[in-house]
C-alpha cells in the first residue's frame, strides 16, 4: 500500500478529535469554537459514501473546487458503484484522487467504514432514508460533512437530524448541504434585495419543479425486494421521500429562503396518474400544495415528473412592492435585474469551495439545520397531499411518522400501498418497526 | 414518403418523411451539388459536394420526442438504437417545447438520433459534413426570396430565445434557420463535432455561413453527475441539428 501520508494524518486525526473535544467546552462556555485549521497548506482529506454518478460529480467538485484536498476513501453498497466510480473520478482527478484498495468499502456497513477510515470531511450522496445514520455517524466521529439532500425522509428522521446539527454546532464541525442555490450568486443578490424589502412584504408566490419521468432499472431475476427498491430508490418513500421531499425540495427550500422560515400549515392534493405501473413503486407523480407562511403569505408549490407535460422549474415571489423570480431579476418599485460579471460561477462547485474556505478559516458553515428545515417542509408538503388534511407546522415537526423498513438486508421489504387521500394516516409505521432497528442505534 | 416533382437538374425532389406509428414528419429538401470553398488555419480548400437532401428546418422537439421517450415503442426493432437517458433539466425549457428546435442535446446523441431514424425509415440519415452544410448554406443564400419575417434569429431578434421553426424568412433552397435559432451539430473533414451557423445567442455578425463553435467545459458545467451525461448539455440551449441523406 502507498500511502506515505499516513502516519502525519493519523496524527492529524488525532488532533481533530481532540480540537473538536475542545470546540464543545467552548461552546459550552459561550465562546466561538477555536477550530482553525492546523495549517493552511494541510490537505483535506475525503471520504465518499454513495459512489453514484451524484456522489461521484460531488467528489469530483470537493477536489476540484479548492486546492489541497484529495479523495482517499470510499463506499457504498453495490461493489461495481464503487469500481465504476473510481475508474471515473481517477481519470478526473489525478492524483487528487488517492483511493487505496483498503480504502474501498461495499455493504449496508460501507458507511461505517469510510468514517472509520483516516478521513477529515465526508460526502454524504446516497439515497436519502439512509441519511440520518450516516450523518450521526460522521459528525460524532468529528468528520465535516457536504450532504446532499434531503437529509431525513419523515419527522423521526429530521428529529434525529437535528440533535446531530446541534452535536456539530458544540463541536465546530462544517456542514454543507448540496442546496446549491444557496450558493448561487444570482439566488444570493437576488435574495439580498428581497430581505431588504425589494418587493415590499411578500404575500404569495408559487414554485415549481415540473418535469417528465426519469431513469428506472428493471428488476432482474433473482434480485431481493430490498435490492430492486434500493436500486429504484426514487419510486419508494422510505428510500427517496417521494419526488417534492427528493427534488422540489429545491424551490421549498427558496421559499424558505425568501419568507425568511418554514410554513405555518399546509393543505394539497397529489397522486399518480401517468406513472402506475407497480415497477414506479408507490409514489406520487403529481403534488401541489398551498403552504401558508406565519405572516400569512401563501405560497403554491406544484411538482410533477410525467412525460409529455409543460416543463417549469423555478419560483415566483409576490410582495405588497414589486415582484421577483428570486434569482434575476426584481419588477416593481424596484427595477433590477442580475448581471453577471466574468467567468459565471458553478453553483455545484461553488458549494465546496465554500465548505472548505469555512474549514481552513475556522469559521465552518453549518447549513444542517436550514437544510433539515426545508427537508421538513417537503414533508409536510407532501403528508398534506397524502393525507389529504391540513397539517400544521407543529404537528408534523413532532409527528411519529417512521417510514424505516427495519433491519437492513437483501430479502424481502413488502411495499407499502400507494397512499389514498382521506384514508392514509400521518401517524403510520408502514413496515412496523423502530428506527433503532433499521440504524442499529 | 411522399415526394413531389424534381425541381432541378442536379436535385433529387423534395420529400416528406413519416415515422409509423407517429404523427410527426421531417420535409427533405433537395440541395444541388456544387464546389465549396471551406476557410481552414491552411488556408482556403475546395470541396465538391454531391447533391443530397437536407431537412427543411432544425429538428423540433415534437420530432426529437418520439426518439428520446421512445413514443414509437411497440415496432419491431425500435430499440435496436440507444436512446438517450430521461433529461433531468433541459437547457431552454421556458422557450417553449412544441415547434421550438430541439437543443441542448450531445454530438453523440444527434447522431444516435440519425441511426434511430434511419433504422425506423430504412432510408440512410446522417449529420451533414461542415462541406454539405456550408454548400446548403450558401446555395441557399442565392435567390432569396422577399420577406418581412426576419432573416435569422439572433440576439437582435430573437428577445433571447428560441423560436419555432418556420417562423423566419426561408432561403433560396426553401430552408429555415440555416443562419442563427440553433447552432446546427456537423461533422468535420477530421471527423469532429462543431456546431455551425450562429445561434439566438449571437450578434447578427457572428451569424454566417462559416460561423462554427467547438464544444466547451461551459456546455455542460452544471451537470452535477460523473461521468457528465453523454445525451444532455445542460448549459447549450444554443445548439441543435438538422440531418441530411445522400440522393
Redesign the interface.
Known amino acids: 500500500m502507498q500511502n506515505p501520508g499516513k502516519v502525519n494524518s493519523l496524527s492529524r486525526r488525532e488532533f481533530l478529535r481532540t480540537s473538536a473535544a475542545g470546540g464543545v467546552g467552548l461552546a459550552a462556555l459561550g465562546g466561538a469554537p477555536a477550530r482553525a485549521w492546523a495549517a493552511g497548506s494541510d490537505t483535506i482529506r475525503v471520504g465518499l459514501i454513495g459512489c453514484g454518478g451524484r456522489g461521484s460529480g460531488a467528489a469530483s467538485d470537493t477536489a476540484t473546487g479548492s486546492e489541497g484536498v484529495q479523495i482517499t476513501a470510499m463506499g457504498d453498497l453495490f461493489p461495481e458503484r464503487v469500481a465504476s466510480s473510481r475508474r471515473a473520478l481517477a481519470e478526473q482527478l489525478g492524483d487528487r484522487f488517492r483511493v487505496d484498495e483498503d480504502r474501498m468499502f461495499t455493504g449496508f456497513d460501507a458507511y461505517k467504514r469510510v468514517v472509520e477510515s483516516d478521513v477529515d470531511l465526508v460526502i454524504l450522496a446516497t439515497p436519502p432514508g439512509f441519511r440520518p445514520a450516516h450523518l450521526r455517524a460522521a459528525i460524532d466521529a468529528g468528520h465535516h460533512v457536504f450532504t446532499e439532500k434531503p437529509i431525513a425522509v419523515d419527522p423521526v428522521g429530521v428529529r434525529n437530524v437535528l440533535e446531530t446539527a446541534s452535536i456539530a454546532e458544540a463541536a465546530g464541525l462544517a456542514v454543507v448541504a448540496g442546496t446549491q442555490r444557496r450558493h448561487d450568486p444570482r439566488y444570493i443578490e437576488t435574495m439580498h434585495r428581497i430581505h431588504d424589502g425589494a418587493i415590499g412584504e411578500i404575500v404569495g408566490g408559487q414554485v415549481a419543479w415540473n418535469q417528465g419521468g426519469l431513469w428506472h432499472v428493471e428488476r432482474a431475476a433473482g434480485m431481493s425486494d430490498m435490492e430492486w427498491q434500493i436500486r429504484n430508490w426514487l419510486y419508494f418513500t422510505w428510500l427517496s421521500g417521494d419526488h417534492i421531499v427528493e427534488q422540489h425540495i429545491h424551490n421549498l427550500d427558496i421559499a424558505n429562503w425568501a419568507l425568511g422560515g418554514p410554513p405555518a400549515r399546509a393543505n394539497g392534493v397529489g397522486g399518480r396518474q401517468a406513472r402506475v405501473d407497480p415497477s414506479f413503486g408507490h409514489v406520487f407523480d403529481h403534488f401541489a400544495v398551498e403552504l401558508e407562511y406565519p405572516n400569512g403569505a401563501r405560497i403554491l408549490s406544484m411538482c410533477r415528473q410525467q412525460d409529455g407535460t409543460a416543463r417549469f422549474v423555478g419560483e415566483h415571489f409576490m410582495g405588497t412592492k414589486g415582484t421577483s423570480d428570486g434569482q434575476t431579476w426584481i419588477r416593481g418599485a424596484m427595477e433590477w435585474r442580475h448581471r453577471a460579471d466574468g467567468e459565471p460561477v458553478n453553483p455545484y462547485v461553488q458549494e465546496h469551495t465554500d465548505l472548505v474556505a469555512s474549514i481552513r478559516a475556522g469559521r465552518p458553515l453549518n447549513e444542517l439545520r436550514q437544510v433539515a428545515t426545508s427537508t421538513l417542509t417537503a414533508i409536510l408538503a407532501r403528508e398534506a397531499a397524502y393525507t389529504g388534511q391540513v397539517i400544521t407546522w407543529d404537528e408534523i415537526l413532532h409527528s411519529d411518522l417512521d417510514l424505516s423498513p427495519g433491519e437492513l438486508h437483501f430479502g424481502a421489504v413488502p411495499m407499502p400501498p400507494v397512499a389514498t387521500p382521506g384514508i392514509t394516516q400521518l401517524s403510520r409505521t408502514p413496515f412496523a418497526h423502530s428506527r433503532d432497528v433499521t440504524t442499529g442505534r | 414518403m411522399a415526394t413531389d416533382r424534381a425541381d432541378g437538374q442536379n436535385a433529387p425532389a423534395r420529400y416528406t418523411e413519416s415515422i409509423e406509428r407517429t404523427l410527426v414528419t421531417i420535409e427533405m429538401m433537395p440541395v444541388p451539388g456544387g464546389i465549396v470553398q471551406m476557410e481552414s488555419p491552411d488556408g482556403v480548400r475546395t470541396v465538391r459536394v454531391a447533391p443530397l437532401w437536407i431537412s427543411r428546418t432544425e429538428i423540433p422537439w415534437d420530432v426529437y420526442?418520439v426518439f428520446v421517450?421512445g413514443?414509437d415503442r411497440g415496432v419491431a426493432g425500435a430499440d435496436a438504437i440507444a436512446r438517450p437517458?430521461?433529461?433531468?433539466?433541459?437547457p431552454g425549457?421556458?422557450f417553449g417545447?412544441q415547434g421550438h428546435p430541439a437543443i441542448g442535446m450531445t454530438f453523440v446523441a444527434a447522431e444516435s438520433f440519425a441511426a434511430w431514424l434511419s433504422a425506423r425509415t430504412g432510408r440512410r440519415y446522417r449529420l451533414p459534413t461542415e462541406a454539405e452544410w456550408e454548400q446548403a448554406c450558401r446555395a441557399g443564400l442565392e435567390a432569396r426570396p422577399a420577406s418581412t419575417a426576419p432573416a435569422a434569429w439572433t440576439r437582435a431578434t430573437s428577445e433571447e430565445r428560441t423560436r419555432p421553426v418556420g417562423t423566419s424568412a426561408p432561403d433560396g433552397l426553401g430552408l429555415f434557420d440555416m443562419l442563427g435559432n440553433v447552432a446546427e451539430w456537423v461533422v468535420t473533414d477530421a471527423g469532429d463535432p462543431v456546431a455551425k451557423g450562429g445561434a439566438f445567442t449571437d450578434a447578427t455578425e457572428a451569424v454566417h455561413c462559416g460561423a462554427r463553435r467547438r464544444q466547451t467545459p461551459?456546455w455542460n458545467?452544471?451537470?452535477?453527475?460523473?461521468?457528465?451525461s453523454r445525451w444532455w448539455l445542460p448549459d447549450a440551449p444554443f445548439v441543435g441539428f438538422r440531418l441530411v441523406r445522400e440522393s
Open positions: 420526442d421517450f413514443l437517458s430521461k433529461p433531468y433539466v433541459l425549457e421556458q417545447h461551459a458545467a452544471s451537470d452535477p453527475q460523473l461521468p457528465k
